[in-house]
């Protein structure tokens, strides 16, 4: 009674197993073999897939586009605003200045002075540092 063995339906292998194969790919055109495929099954599958990629691929170009246009836009708006603003301080500095308010008018114009060269010296790191980046 001290068998141990177990019932020749439970020693068997299995005959058959299950293989899972998956492919993948990227970008938005398929490989070749799937594009025959869809012809296989729609004519002219694989041209509306191709025109597909190519209106993409040319409407990114477009958002592309229009944002470094609208980024140079914004940028030359910041550096009037900033020229004007600039401007207004030193002719109100100047003005306090030729009234008698040395102080006041002496903040307002060296502040503005300080402001403009530490706002270009940054400027340029930054410039330099993003250049720098990119290669």
């Keep these: 009674m001290g068998n141990n ?3 020749d339906s439970q ?8 293989i899972m194969v998956t ?9 070749a073999a799937e594009l025959e495929k869809y012809k296989n099954v729609i004519p002219d599958a694989p041209e509306r897939i191709l025109k597909m990629a190519e209106n993409q691929n040319a409407h990114r170009i477009e958002l592309e586009n229009f944002a470094i246009h609208e980024q140079i836009s914004e940028s030359k708006r910041g550096q ?8 207004i301080m030193i002719v ?3 003005i306090c200045i030729l009234k008698d308010h040395d102080w006041a008018g002496s903040i307002m114009v060296g502040g503005t002075l300080i402001s403009l060269v530490y706002a270009f010296i ?3 790191t930054k ?6 980046n990119k290669q």
């Design 5 to 7: 063995k177990l019932p």
């Design 11 to 18: 020693n068997k292998i299995p005959e058959q197993s299950r």
């Design 23 to 31: 492919s993948h790919y990227s970008g938005p055109i398929p490989p």
């Design 80 to 87: 009037i605003f900033a020229f004007v603003i600039a401007l």
């Design 92 to 94: 109100c500095g100047t």
């Design 122 to 124: 940054n400027g340029k």
């Design 127 to 132: 410039q330099k540092k993003d250049l720098e």
